[in-house]
């Protein structure tokens, strides 16, 4: 089974950076795109950054500019690195990968999530 764990997060204050990753294991064949959501008390969940299998990249209006996302399809890892963070960043930080894997001999598609890591930014 296909496994997405995060590390990462933490407290920091604002203006200050952190840099998320979320190492997949398991038999993976491939993975297509890579996303990291939010969600913060009481609030939807929201697509923060998403990356393709070949680079391209997209980002939430409210990240734009602070925010990179990248991947390293060697070690089937996707970082987050956040700049200049604000307290409204403050929140569970989830990875979401699809893709392709074998189990038990079996190919299978998945599209599976991380436990998550908490973001908390001071003012």
């Known amino acids: 089974q296909v496994q997405l764990v995060e590390s990462g997060g933490g407290l920091v204050q604002a203006g200050g950076s952190l840099r998320l990753s979320c190492a997949a294991s398991g038999n993976i064949f491939r993975i297509n795109a890579m996303r990291w959501y939010r969600q913060a008390p009481g609030k939807q969940r929201e697509l923060v950054a998403g990356?393709?299998?070949?680079?391209?990249?997209n980002y939430s209006d409210s990240v734009k500019g602070r925010v990179t996302i990248s991947r390293d399809n060697a070690k089937n890892t996707v970082y987050l690195q956040m700049n200049s963070l604000k307290p409204e960043d403050t929140a569970v930080y989830h990875c979401?990968?699809?893709?392709?894997?074998?189990?038990?001999?079996?190919?299978?598609?998945?599209?599976?999530w991380g436990q998550g890591t908490q973001v908390t930014v001071s003012s």
């Open positions: 979401n990968a699809d893709g392709g894997a074998y189990y038990s001999g079996r190919y299978y598609e998945f599209d599976y």
């Open positions: 990356i393709t299998s070949g680079g391209s990249t």
